[in-house]
């Protein structure tokens, strides 16, 4: 009786984790005197260069889990809660961890030498490597995106993109950072199932570098 029947979706346990954690910190930030002081964001591992270049290298990945105020808070969950979900999903667990670290990685990076005089926090850059590892997927799984997305995604991404430099306060050099380390680690790690990728020795060595 149970020929024929698709499997349903496996829940995002991942992303809901993530989303969980982010929410603890975000109490914290509260318990420690608010998300929107500055010297609370900065104790708790903003991404502040003169700390980094003094070998607080943990700043790399710690602002992932920082937000400064309840909208950045919640636009930032409703966005991993959604994104998070289809990577997830399309891309697998391991994978999905992968791209999202290795894109706030990326984000922080980019933003620590382009942009060193701002203090940075929140996981929009992992949230833009999500989108980028959607875009692998639109490349890879042209027709399954075209009726998943429609031009959904494309509009997505090219929104956020030009609010990213028109809204100021923004660092949108971690945006653009981990729009590339999302893209970078989906075309180096590649898809569960059917996606042998000629030359994929070359993505992973670039992602590395």
């Not at 981990?178 to 790690?189: F, I, S």
């Amino acid at each position: 009786p149970n020929e024929g029947r698709k499997r349903s979706p496996t829940p995002p346990q991942l992303t809901y984790f993530l989303l969980v954690l982010n929410l603890v910190v975000f109490l914290v930030e509260i318990l420690s005197g608010g998300s929107d002081q500055m010297s609370v964001l900065i104790k708790l591992g903003a991404k502040y260069a003169p700390r980094l270049w003094m070998g607080e290298y943990w700043r790399l990945l710690t602002p992932l889990f920082l937000h400064a105020g309840w909208e950045h808070f919640l636009f930032n969950s409703i966005a991993l809660l959604q994104l998070g979900a289809l990577v997830e999903q399309f891309f697998g667990k391991g994978r999905f961890l992968g791209i999202y670290f290795s894109a706030g990685l990326f984000g922080t990076i980019a933003s620590t030498i382009f942009r060193p005089d701002t203090v940075s926090v929140g996981a929009s850059g992992a949230i833009f490597g999500l989108l980028g590892a959607l875009i692998y997927f639109s490349i890879r799984r042209p027709q399954a995106a075209k009726s998943l997305f429609g031009r959904n995604l494309w509009v997505t991404v090219g929104l956020n993109l030009v609010l990213s430099f028109v809204i100021p306060g923004i660092d949108y050099m971690g945006h653009l950072g981990g729009l590339l380390g999302g893209l970078l680690g989906a075309y180096a790690l590649g898809l569960p199932k059917r996606d042998r990728l000629p030359g994929r020795w070359l993505w992973r060595f670039l992602f590395l570098f």
